[in-house]
């Protein structure tokens, strides 16, 4: 009986460790994958093996970026697609220098404040004709390939095309979203026929084709930029949306360009953090970093109680500044300087008690003043970090007929508030949370990398340079670990924080340490989701090769060759 006691035990503690791995941290999904001659990371598998295709082909990191972003739009257009906006930061290597590429869309000219104050509109709607602004995606590739491209654009985008007119399976993730989708924007002209099939949203496994789309794509690839922005495309998005009731112009579409900016660093620890100015919020994540600099982040551990509080408390600082100071640069003179500076972090970093929540936290006074993630990397060292967005998932639900994707919704973010920088203005961008990041060492590429999720992503970027700096985590490691998720009851102008807002902590923390933050005065809820999608690469100089890690919570690929 003893010897049969003895057995039945190990059996249990075999089987209670049998899912763990060899190596790495109880956390760790996978490996991070290793190769030499290229990588591609994207949140789709066949998107991942488009891009490999296309290096393999002789195209470059930026060919294969444009050609993966345009297939994941076809096969996670709950997240992206040629009616969003997109954001880059590009390395190239016989520059040896980081490019950024602002490719977000403006207000429509005809559309003015007084529309809204006439109406009563207290906020701009989500859905519908009013909150869409000038899809940026399609300008951005043409701007990209123009300036670094290799192959031709036809070449570029056929592996879309052909996706799209022949079909492909819908993996298990998509068909969740577009089911819920569906119960949302059902209602709207030509939601049913372009990504519905037989009137019901698609399974997992089922065929799904959008030869709209494919039609769209292939105009794009024969004509240029100008056959999105010009000419039949142009018309009909306008003449649909004005119909509907929207202010959207052929002259906006026409009219409209993206614009190559200078990345901006901070600093941690020896490790340059990029991200780009506003109107995106990437710039949050640099003051987090520069906050936390100040605290002995290694020797708290991972997932203490300690280590939450801080991040926590250094994130409703910067979220405060976000929420008052973040907008379109070329309507407001923001201080980006100053708000990413070791000199303002030393200024605000008296506010963080280590041992107290704090419940109200204002912007600092200051003088003068649903997405997809992709990184592609070549075997000539160029790397590139692209995000691309509809906005609340799929968008505004206003899909211009036989083009086969919807319109995004950014302008929502705008505020109608006359006194706040980022006021509805016409021809101007909105506040934009999609953002691309890249870290580099010693003026060297190491790794660029992005993590999806609205206000999620600045939180998700300080956490993934923390998790590699501090605490000496692989890259998918970074990825993996259990992440920290703070919502603000935040005022819509002001950038006052009140009440403390909530702590969202993903499934792994301890609970002890929970209690802990607890007792700290932090508000803790858990939730399903909304804690981002991450993809990165990072290249070893000394070995010469690349590292690819992907999104274990969604559909993540990375692959190499």
């Given at each position: 009986?003893?010897?049969?006691?003895?057995?039945?035990?190990?059996?249990?503690?075999?089987?209670?460790?049998?899912?763990?791995?060899?190596?790495?941290?109880?956390?760790?999904?996978?490996?991070?994958?290793?190769?030499?001659?290229?990588?591609?990371?994207?949140?789709?598998p066949l998107a991942t093996q488009v891009?490999?295709?296309?290096?393999?082909?002789?195209?470059?990191?930026?060919?294969?970026?444009?050609?993966?972003?345009?297939?994941?739009?076809?096969?996670?257009?709950?997240?992206?697609?040629?009616?969003?906006?997109?954001?880059?930061?590009?390395?190239?290597?016989?520059?040896?220098?980081?490019?950024?590429?602002?490719?977000?869309?403006?207000?429509?000219?005809?559309?003015?404040?007084?529309?809204?104050?006439?109406?009563?509109?207290?906020?701009?709607?989500?859905?519908?004709?009013?909150?869409?602004?000038?899809?940026?995606?399609?300008?951005?590739?043409?701007?990209m390939h123009e300036k670094f491209g290799?192959?031709?654009?036809?070449?570029?985008?056929?592996?879309?095309?052909?996706?799209?007119?022949?079909?492909?399976?819908?993996?298990?993730?998509?068909?969740?979203?577009?089911?819920?989708?569906?119960?949302?924007?059902?209602?709207?002209?030509?939601?049913?026929?372009?990504?519905?099939?037989?009137?019901?949203?698609?399974?997992?496994?089922?065929?799904?084709?959008?030869?709209?789309?494919?039609?769209?794509?292939?105009?794009?690839?024969?004509?240029?930029?100008?056959?999105?922005?010009?000419?039949?495309?142009?018309?009909?998005?306008?003449?649909?949306?004005?119909?509907?009731?929207?202010?959207?112009?052929?002259?906006?579409?026409?009219?409209?360009?993206?614009?190559?900016?200078?990345?901006?660093?901070?600093?941690?620890?020896?490790?340059?953090?990029?991200?780009?100015?506003?109107?995106?919020?990437?710039?949050?994540?640099?003051?987090i970093l520069n906050l936390l600099e100040?605290?002995?982040?290694?020797?708290?551990?991972?997932?203490?109680?300690?280590?939450?509080?801080?991040?926590?408390?250094?994130?409703?600082?910067?979220?405060?500044?976000?929420?008052?100071?973040?907008?379109?640069?070329?309507?407001?003179?923001?201080?980006?300087?100053?708000?990413?500076?070791?000199?303002?972090?030393?200024?605000?970093?008296?506010?963080?008690?280590?041992?107290?929540?704090?419940?109200?936290?204002?912007?600092?006074?200051?003088?003068?003043?649903?997405?997809?993630?992709?990184?592609?990397?070549?075997?000539?060292?160029?790397?590139?970090?692209?995000?691309?967005?509809?906005?609340?998932?799929?968008?505004?639900?206003?899909?211009?007929?036989?083009?086969?994707?919807?319109?995004?919704?950014?302008?929502?973010?705008?505020?109608?508030?006359?006194?706040?920088?980022?006021?509805?203005?016409?021809?101007?961008?909105?506040?934009?949370?999609?953002?691309?990041?890249?870290?580099?060492?010693?003026?060297?590429?190491?790794?660029?990398?992005?993590?999806?999720?609205?206000?999620?992503?600045?939180?998700?970027?300080?956490?993934?340079?923390?998790?590699?700096?501090?605490?000496?985590?692989?890259?998918?490691?970074?990825?993996?670990?259990?992440?920290?998720?703070?919502?603000?009851?935040?005022?819509?102008?002001?950038?006052?924080?009140?009440?403390?807002?909530?702590?969202?902590?993903?499934?792994?923390?301890?609970?002890?340490?929970?209690?802990?933050?607890?007792?700290?005065?932090?508000?803790?809820?858990?939730?399903?989701?909304?804690?981002?999608?991450?993809?990165?690469?990072?290249?070893?100089?000394?070995?010469?090769?690349?590292?690819?890690?992907?999104?274990?919570?969604?559909?993540?690929?990375?692959?190499?060759?």
């Amino acid at each position: 009986m003893k010897n049969l006691y003895s057995i039945v035990l190990i059996l249990l503690i075999f089987q209670s460790h049998s899912q763990d791995r060899v190596t790495g941290e109880p956390f760790s999904t996978r490996s991070e994958v290793i190769a030499e001659n290229g990588m591609v990371a994207t949140s789709h598998p066949l998107a991942t093996q488009v891009g490999i295709d296309i290096l393999k082909k002789g195209g470059n990191a930026i060919d294969a970026a444009i050609a993966a972003n345009a297939a994941i739009g076809l096969m996670e257009p709950t997240g992206n697609g040629i009616g969003g906006d997109l954001f880059a930061i590009i390395w190239m290597e016989n520059d040896k220098k980081l490019y950024g590429l602002n490719a977000s869309g403006r207000s429509p000219k005809n559309l003015k404040l007084e529309y809204f104050k006439k109406n009563n509109f207290t906020k701009i709607p989500a859905y519908g004709p009013l909150p869409v602004s000038v899809p940026g995606c399609v300008d951005g590739w043409f701007e990209m390939h123009e300036k670094f491209g290799v192959l031709k654009m036809e070449e570029i985008l056929e592996p879309a095309i052909l996706y799209a007119e022949n079909g492909f399976p819908v993996s298990e993730l998509i068909s969740y979203y577009l089911e819920i989708s569906a119960r949302n924007f059902s209602k709207y002209p030509n939601f049913n026929e372009t990504y519905l099939i037989n009137g019901l949203s698609p399974t997992k496994g089922q065929i799904f084709k959008n030869t709209d789309l494919a039609n769209t794509l292939r105009i794009i690839s024969k004509e240029g930029r100008s056959g999105f922005y010009e000419g039949k495309v142009a018309k009909i998005i306008s003449e649909f949306i004005i119909d509907q009731g929207g202010f959207l112009s052929y002259e906006d579409l026409k009219n409209h360009k993206s614009d190559w900016i200078e990345p901006v660093s901070t600093n941690y620890r020896g490790y340059d953090v990029w991200e780009l100015p506003p109107n995106g919020q990437g710039i949050a994540a640099l003051q987090i970093l520069n906050l936390l600099e100040k605290f002995d982040i290694k020797s708290m551990g991972f997932g203490s109680a300690e280590y939450i509080h801080h991040f926590v408390e250094a994130k409703k600082i910067a979220f405060a500044d976000r929420a008052k100071y973040y907008a379109d640069m070329d309507f407001n003179d923001i201080p980006v300087d100053y708000l990413i500076s070791k000199e303002y972090a030393e200024k605000r970093i008296k506010e963080i008690n280590p041992s107290k929540a704090s419940r109200r936290v204002r912007a600092g006074d200051i003088e003068n003043g649903d997405t997809i993630y992709l990184t592609v990397a070549d075997k000539d060292g160029n790397m590139v970090s692209l995000i691309q967005s509809n906005y609340r998932g799929m968008g505004s639900g206003m899909i211009p007929p036989g083009l086969g994707f919807m319109l995004q919704d950014r302008g929502e973010l705008f505020s109608l508030d006359e006194n706040h920088f980022n006021v509805y203005e016409p021809e101007k961008r909105p506040f934009h949370t999609i953002i691309p990041a890249f870290i580099t060492k010693n003026n060297k590429p190491y790794i660029s990398f992005g993590l999806m999720g609205g206000a999620m992503q600045p939180q998700g970027h300080a956490q993934i340079v923390i998790n590699i700096v501090d605490f000496g985590m692989n890259l998918q490691e970074a990825g993996d670990a259990p992440r920290i998720r703070h919502v603000s009851n935040q005022q819509p102008t002001g950038g006052e924080m009140f009440d403390g807002g909530e702590l969202s902590l993903e499934s792994g923390f301890d609970y002890r340490e929970i209690r802990k933050l607890m007792k700290y005065g932090h508000k803790v809820f858990f939730s399903l989701g909304s804690f981002g999608g991450y993809q990165a690469i990072k290249y070893d100089e000394k070995l010469g090769v690349y590292f690819g890690a992907s999104e274990s919570r969604k559909d993540g690929s990375a692959m190499g060759y």
